[in-house]
Structures are given as structure tokens and as C-alpha cells.
């Protein structure tokens, strides 16, 4: 039984670290929501996306979240905005902008807050009953 919620909270750590990674990547994103190149008709910042992937944890015998991989997002396309006076301009005086919504970093952050706190629930519900149980035993 103590095993049993020992893993639970292994299980919930695990959701925690990648639900802390994906606020990281999606923070690291909203930073650069601005930053252009500095040489004329270069690449912007390109917005980060990751993955994550189910991994056995042979120990407790059970699935943990792990993050998989961090990439550019290669799919969305540049805006590009008319600012000829921008170091990144090109010869007609327009600069790429990162391919990065805010509104989607935002909402993205949000819901990997939510997971971050259920799992965290998770956490206290566990270590609730291991001192109900130990409660129990006095």
C-alpha cells in the first residue's frame, strides 16, 4: 500500500518536471515575441515547441511523462512588418517577425499550470494519506 502511493507521487513528479518544461519553452517563447534579426532579410527568433513521451519507469513499474524533445516550430510561417528604420530590414524595408502568438503562449502556459497543480493535488492527496496512516499506527 505505502509502495503503492510512494509511486503515485513519483507519477505526479514526473508530470510536474514536464508540465515545468513546457511553461519554461512557452515563456522563453512570449520573451522573444519581438526579437528580429539583426542583419538585413534575416531569420527571426523561431518559436520552440515540445514533445513529450510515456517512459517505463522499470523501478515502480509504471508510465512517467518525460519530455522528448524541444524543436523549432519549422510549419508556422514569418509575418513580416513594414519598419525600414528595423536592422533586420530588408531592401524594401520589411522585417521578419517570429512566428510566435502571444495569446497561444499565454493559453499554453495556463493549461500547463493546470496539469502542474493537479498533479501537485495528486502529491498532497498522497502524502495526506501516508500521514493518515502513519496517524493510524501511533
Known amino acids: 500500500m505505502a ?17 515545468g518544461a513546457r511553461i519554461r519553452v512557452a ?7 519581438d526579437t528580429t534579426s539583426q542583419t538585413p532579410g534575416g531569420d527571426p527568433y523561431r518559436r520552440q515547441t515540445i514533445t513529450f513521451k510515456n517512459v517505463l519507469d522499470k523501478k515502480i513499474g509504471a508510465d512517467t511523462v518525460q519530455v522528448s524533445r524541444i524543436a ?17 530590414a530588408d531592401k524594401s ?37 501516508i500521514q493518515r496512516t502513519v496517524d493510524m499506527l501511533k
Open 27 to 33: 515563456t522563453e517563447n512570449l520573451a522573444n515575441a
Open 72 to 88: 523549432e516550430d519549422t510549419k508556422t510561417p514569418f509575418v513580416t512588418k513594414y519598419a525600414p528604420d528595423n536592422p533586420g
Open 93 to 129: 524595408g520589411y522585417v521578419k517577425m517570429p512566428n510566435v502568438t502571444s495569446l497561444t503562449e499565454i493559453m499554453d502556459v495556463r493549461e500547463a499550470q493546470r496539469s502542474y497543480e493537479a498533479n501537485l493535488g495528486m502529491m498532497d492527496q498522497s502524502r495526506a494519506m
Open 3 to 19: 509502495n503503492d502511493i510512494l509511486n503515485s507521487m513519483t507519477i505526479s513528479a514526473s508530470g510536474m518536471r514536464a508540465q
